[in-house]
């Protein structure tokens, strides 16, 4: 045993001690991709065994968000409403305590392709056949049912697919009506709410019905900022109070702020959860 500089043995505890100092800096320099992830709600961030041991302890109820990639004016970007519904599927599920959220459905019906209609007439705008995006809604039902979940609910953050998500619904649903083990929801009032009582907000705030608009407006762009600001460009929103349909905007987007769109996002949280707790309750 080799004498410490004072001349003493040195004693046991002295490496040891050592030892365990340098297994705490290494545990403090772990970076968080090294730690114990976080729970998700998103299937995409689970192995398939641990989203087997959710629906098992059970989490039986998937959340489908639907989206959509088109123009949103020259200030928002294409991804606006992929972005807004999984942030605000998202926050359905954590409030709803026993629910998983799906990949986003970024393709969907946009209008005809060639000519071009509607928003296929601006760069970037993505548009498949309804049959198409009806199909995949049933395909993707159909496999959560598979895995065991016992209710799927379309969250549709577009006005043009409502009448698609009810058809898959009503049709799933009389096919799996005998075993009862699966139901599907279209919840309507997830979009519903952002035309009718977010826009009564928006009014009793003193703005305008053309400034609140239908598309890429006040009322849009609001929403778009209160989850997440890089979707507005800040330079091309300034400019928006000269602009018309034919930049893609229907509506006056100028005097948008994240604030205002706190206010439809509490809204669309708060009403989906009340209704998908009613449409499960007793399942």
């Known amino acids: 045993m ?24 290494a545990l403090c320099l772990l970076s968080p991709a090294q730690a114990a992830p976080a729970k998700s709600n998103e299937i995409e961030a ?31 970007v294409l991804g606006k409403h992929n972005v807004r519904v999984r942030i605000l599927a998202g926050e359905i599920a954590q409030k709803l305590g026993n629910a998983l959220v799906a990949p986003v459905l970024a393709y969907v019906p946009e ?13 970037g705008t993505l548009s498949i056949p309804d049959a198409t995006f009806e199909a995949v809604l049933e395909a993707t039902a159909r496999s959560f049912k598979q895995h065991g979940f016992r209710d799927v609910v379309f969250l549709g953050d577009h006005g043009s697919y409502q009448k698609s998500e009810e058809r898959v619904a009503a049709k799933l649903n009389k096919e799996w009506a005998k075993d009862k083990a ?22 009793s705030a003193g703005y305008s019905d053309y400034e609140i608009g239908t598309h890429a407006g006040l009322a ?31 509506g006056d987007p100028h005097r948008a702020t994240a604030e205002l769109g706190q206010l439809g996002v509490q809204q669309i949280v708060q009403t989906s959860v009340a209704a998908i707790q009613t449409l499960t309750r007793g399942h």
Not at 187 to 194: D, G, K, Q
């Open 46 to 76: 689970l192995t398939w065994t641990e989203l087997r041991d959710r629906v098992a302890s059970g989490s039986t109820t998937i959340l489908i968000p639907i989206g959509g990639t088109e123009q949103n004016g020259p200030h928002m």
């Open 220 to 250: 849009d762009t609001s929403l778009a900022l209160a989850v997440d600001k890089s979707l507005v460009r800040s330079d091309a929103l300034a400019a928006t109070a000269k602009m018309d349909k034919r930049d893609g905007v229907y």
């Open 2 to 25: 080799i004498p410490e500089p004072n001349g003493r043995a040195p004693s046991l505890a002295t490496p040891l001690l050592r030892v365990a100092a340098c297994c705490v800096a």
């Open 182 to 203: 699966c139901r599907v929801h279209a919840l309507l009032e997830y979009y519903r709410v952002t035309q009718t009582a977010f826009v009564a907000s928006l009014r």
């Open 111 to 123: 209008g005809s392709i060639h000519p071009p209609a509607a928003h296929m007439r601006f760069s």
